[in-house]
Nanobody, 118 residues
């Protein structure tokens, strides 16, 4: 059974940092491209970041570039998103997702709430 379990986040002050984790089981994590997608209240989904299966290639949305860092730990089959210099507009539910070349978003986590507020 494929599972992606997100953790981290919560309430963070503007300018603060937090790290999201996505622990995976049930598929070949080492061979998967992985992503973070977020959805703010009342808005549609927004792609945030992606990392290639080997970790060599990372990409970021312009809205988070320079502030967020995506990474993986293949020994733990876990995806991370380090988020720094957080802004109120970063408030959203963050979803981890992954898949292979044919179905890049085949698997999804349950979502993790990040609220940036003083």
């Amino acid at each position: 059974e494929v599972q992606l379990v997100g953790s981290g986040g919560g309430l963070v002050q503007p300018g603060g940092s937090t790290r999201l984790a996505c622990a995976t089981t049930g598929f070949s994590f080492r061979r998967a491209d992985m992503y973070w997608v977020r959805q703010a209240p009342g808005k549609g989904p927004e792609w945030v970041s992606g990392i290639s299966s080997g970790g060599e290639i990372t990409n970021y949305a312009d809205t988070v570039k320079g502030r967020f860092n995506i990474s993986t730990d293949n020994a733990k089959n876990t995806l991370y998103l380090q988020m720094n210099s957080l802004k109120p507009e970063d408030t959203a539910v963050f979803y981890c997702a992954g898949g292979d070349y044919a179905t890049p978003y085949a698997y999804w986590g349950q979502g993790t709430q990040v609220t940036v507020s003083s």
